[in-house]
Every structure is written in structure tokens, then in C-alpha cells.
């Protein structure tokens, strides 16, 4: 019933910025936390940067001081804004939500948590 779609991956110099996108759409009764992480190859995904419903934040160590995520709860969009990007930064970048949906039939409130496609970013040497 939720959908998220991630945007703004792309090919990038080391030391340039991009700004990642992702918007949540469908039945939604609330968005709780959201976040981003991210796929190297032949890594384990692991978490980049979460934010709760209220804007408290969390950052792997290896992007505190880069990355800024931030979310507009009236557009239901979560962003990402990486700086000082390198190498190691490159993968796919997956956005994930924590949401409580409502059925239609009984109307009961239901937890599910939803992943976007991913987009790609690389980041060249």
C-alpha cells in the first residue's frame, strides 16, 4: 500500500555533492522514522543516516560531517545531502520507511516497513 521512489543518484567527481531523494506515497496514516542505506558491491548493506518523525537524526561514523539528512512530513520526502563525497561512498542507496498504514476494510492500523528500488551513486576518483 506504500510506496517509496528514490531520485537524485548519478555519477559524481570525488569532493562534489548530490542530494538524494525519496518520496513515500499511498496509504499512509503516519510516517514514522526514515532512513537511508546503502549496498556496496559485494558489501552487506548497512545504514547511512536515519531521522525520527521528530528530526532526531543518526549517522554511520564513516559520513558524520558529510551527509545531512532531512525530511518534509507535509511532501511525506526524506532527502539525503552528501558533501565531501569519495570512492568508498559508492553504491546503491536504498530509502526505507517505518510507517503505520490503515486497512480500509476494518479501518485497524497495521506497522510495515517499506524499502524503496534504490538509486545508484557512484563517485569517481
Known amino acids: 500500500q506504500v510506496q517509496l521512489v528514490e531520485s537524485g543518484g548519478g555519477l559524481v567527481q570525488a569532493g562534489g555533492s548530490l542530494r538524494l531523494s525519496c518520496a513515500a506515497s499511498?496509504?499512509?496514516?503516519?510516517?514514522?522514522?526514515m532512513g537511508w542505506y546503502r549496498q556496496a558491491p559485494g558489501k552487506q548493506r548497512e545504514l547511512v543516516a536515519r531521522?525520527?518523525?521528530?528530526?532526531?537524526?543518526n549517522y554511520a561514523d564513516s559520513v558524520k560531517g558529510r551527509f545531512t539528512i532531512s525530511r518534509d512530513n507535509t511532501k511525506n520526502t526524506v532527502y539525503l545531502q552528501m558533501n565531501s563525497l569519495k570512492p568508498e561512498d559508492t553504491a546503491v542507496y536504498y530509502c526505507?520507511?517505518?510507517?503505520?498504514?490503515?486497512?480500509?476494510?476494518?479501518?485497524?492500523?497495521?506497522?510495515?516497513?517499506?524499502w524503496g528500488q534504490g538509486t545508484l551513486v557512484t563517485v569517481s576518483s
Open positions: 526505507n520507511a517505518e510507517t503505520i498504514v490503515m486497512k480500509p476494510i476494518d479501518q485497524a492500523l497495521r506497522y510495515l516497513e517499506v
Open positions: 499511498g496509504s499512509i496514516f503516519k510516517l514514522n522514522t
Open positions: 531521522i525520527t518523525s521528530g528530526g532526531s537524526t
